[in-house]
Nanobody, 124 residues
Framework: QVQLVESGGGLVQAGDSLRLSCAASGRAFNRYDMSWFRQAPGKEREFVAGISNNGGRTYYAEPVKGRSTISRDNAKNTVSLQMNSLKPEDTAVYYC?????????????????WGQGTQVTVSS
């Protein structure tokens, strides 16, 4: 069992940066591949970025590639998403997710645990 708690969301202006964090509790965090998803109002949940269990591989969706960096600290049981040059279309609830089997999957069904989400709002 893994519990995930996101933090770091907020209201920012276009062009600003934001760092989201996800704290995991439970056993064997370093066995899980971790990802960030987001869901905007009226839209489906979409993959944003992922990182393998040892941090050796990272994955990014095209809309955030080059503007975002995912990282993890297995000693602290945390995964982070640094987002730069934020745009209004980045506005969404951002979720942290854990998968025991799939690394960098964009399919939300491949994830075993989810956080409650943190709101990111980017004003123009």
């Amino acid at each position: 069992q893994v519990q995930l708690v996101e933090s770091g969301g907020g209201l920012v202006q276009a062009g600003d940066s934001l760092r989201l964090s996800c704290a995991a509790s439970g056993r064997a965090f370093n066995r899980y591949d971790m990802s960030w998803f987001r869901q905007a109002p009226g839209k489906e949940r979409e993959f944003v970025a992922g990182i393998s269990n040892n941090g050796g591989r990272t994955y990014y969706a095209e809309p955030v590639k080059g503007r975002s960096t995912i990282s993890r600290d297995n000693a602290k049981n945390t995964v982070s998403l640094q987002m730069n040059s934020l745009k209004p279309e980045d506005t969404a609830v951002y979720y942290c997710a854990a998968s025991i089997l799939f690394s960098g999957s964009s399919n939300s069904r491949d994830y075993d645990y989810w956080g409650q989400g943190t709101q990111v709002t980017v004003s123009s």
